[in-house]
Every structure is written in structure tokens, then in C-alpha cells.
């Protein structure tokens, strides 16, 4: 591969990260505000990783974290600052991290097939969720006082699961019909 082509790959690497981020961006302020906003956020962790691959995925949802953290408006409800990230829903922001280096992980052991891509979502969505959840109960914990497992369960996880299946099926089904287009190497 001569020197040209490489350069090339790589400036298409980093538009498609960047454009995956940017991705992130906008399904997150599809947002229904509660404890925990509902957000297509999930879908978009999902997608980017179905997508674009593991290391490219990750790169992706790592850029949209570090913008958020700079202050750029890129979570739920236009927000966005270090703050965002440190109060009791950051868990979850950061458990994306975690799910599309799970994901990464995954498709490096066994493939890209689609079943390793549906197993991979919905255990690296269950990391998303118990990251999440501990950081709430730690954070609300500090800030206002203990918090039982079952109550941050019943706001921050129960009336989501339903709607991350759908989410991650969508992703899921999206996600191989973008990757040929978008023909990643």
C-alpha cells in the first residue's frame, strides 16, 4: 500500500469518527427528560460500533465524550461540561466508553459476524447499566444521601430496558446495511 493510500484511509477514518460524533450529538438531544433522559444515545453507541468496527466505534464514542467534557453541547438537553459527566447520570455516559471497547473486544475475538454483534450489544449494554448505576448510587450518595440499589434500579434502569432492546435491534439492523456502504477495511 503506497503512501497515498494510507493517508487517504486515514483521513477517512477520521471523518467517519468525527461523523459518528457527531451522530452521537444529535441522538442525544432526541431526549425525553427524566431521572435519566431518554436518549437515542444507546442507539448511536451501537451504531458507530456496528458500523465503523470496534476501534473506529471507540474512537468515535470517545470523541463525543471529550467533546461533552470540553463544554460542547453534546448530551441530553443540549448540556454539555465536565460537570454533566461528574453528576449522577455521568456513569452512564462514560459505561458508553465501556460497551464499545467491550464491543471492540468481542469482534476482535470471535468476528464480526452478527450474532457476536448482537451478543456484544446486549452485554455491553448491561456494562453500560451497572457502571451507571454504581456511579448514581456513589455520586446521589455524596450529594444527598444513600440511595438503594432497587430505587436507582426502578429510575435509572428498569424503564429503559425495553426501549434499549428496540434501540439496539434497530442499531443492530442499520448497522450491517451502513457498513457495506460505507465499506470500512
Known sequence: MDTSTTKKNKILDMAYIAMFAGIM?????????????????????????????????????????????????????FSGGIGILLGNTGGYIVGFLFTALFMWGMEALLGKKTWVLALSMVIGLLICYAIGTVWFMEVYARNTGEIGLSTVLGFCVIPFIVPDLVKMALALLVSKRLAKAVRID
Open 25 to 77: 450529538a444529535v441522538c442525544s438531544w432526541i431526549s425525553i427528560p427524566m431521572t435519566v433522559p431518554f436518549t437515542l444515545q444507546t442507539f448511536a453507541v451501537f451504531l458507530a460500533v456496528g458500523t465503523l468496527g470496534g476501534r473506529r466505534g471507540s474512537l468515535a464514542v470517545l470523541v463525543y465524550i471529550l467533546l461533552g467534557a470540553v463544554g460542547l453541547p453534546v448530551f441530553a438537553g
